[in-house]
T-cell receptor, first 113, second 112 residues
């Protein structure tokens, strides 16, 4: 099992460009999440999908859109990138339950110039 | 007040000593508590979770939960240089729809 995979690993964009970050999990988890992590700050939730076919906003959704393509895949789109979106992006997944442990992908390091 | 607070550190610990990390949370209705370890440039990985008051031990790690005082702590016994990392506390905040909320993390440095 690969767990949670993310592509790309690194990306540099110019202000105003768009891109999609891809995430896939092979653990048959119901829930998937997108976080961003900035220096000195914890992980902040951008969007999540509790189950296939549903998506909801997290703490910092502005400037992002998501698509839960199927149970395995959850993508994050930046329509018009801004320097404030320079960050490390992590995708995570979890099986709904008491512990609801989240498993993280390796991350995408995004720089917006 | 942040929902989940941690001292950012760095917490400097001699090799072989006990590292003690603390985390406080604001929502008294929170149910589940997690500790993640994150090495520099890597993704968070789960160390352990706890949801009942008291202690939970897993190898050299012990999580302690006190819901009345709204804190959760992590003890690392016999600290090793390989324990040098940032430790993230995460809480399922009931008021936030049971979504996981992370603290800012405590950086731990274990010195040989």
């Amino acid at each position: 099992n690969a767990g949670v995979t993310q592509t790309p690993k690194f990306q540099v964009l110019k202000t105003g460009q768009s891109m999609t970050l891809q995430c896939a999990q092979d653990m048959n988890h119901n829930s998937m999440y997108w976080y961003r992590q900035d220096p000195g700050m914890g992980l902040r939730l951008i969007y999540y999908s509790a189950s296939e076919g549903t998506t909801d906003k997290g703490e910092v959704p502005n400037g992002y859109n998501v698509s839960r393509l199927n149970k395995r895949e959850f993508s994050l789109r930046l329509e018009s990138a801004a320097p404030s979106q320079t960050s490390v992006y992590f995708c995570a997944s979890s099986e709904k339950g008491v512990s609801d442990t989240q498993y993280f992908g390796p991350g995408t390091r995004l720089t917006v110039l | 007040q942040k929902e989940v607070e941690q001292n950012s550190g760095p917490l400097s610990v001699p090799e072989g000593a006990i590292a003690s990390l603390n985390c406080t949370y604001s929502d008294r209705g929170s149910q589940s508590f997690f500790w993640y370890r994150q090495y520099s440039g890597k993704s968070p990985e789960l160390i352990m979770f706890i949801y009942s008051n008291g202690d939970k031990e897993d190898g050299r790690f012990t999580a302690q939960l006190n819901k009345a005082s709204q804190y959760v702590s992590l003890l690392i016994r016999d600290s090793q240089p390989s324990d040098s990392a940032t430790y993230l506390c995460a809480v399922k905040i009931k008021a936030a729809g049971n979504k996981l909320t992370f603290g800012g993390g405590t950086r731990v440095l274990v010195k040989p």
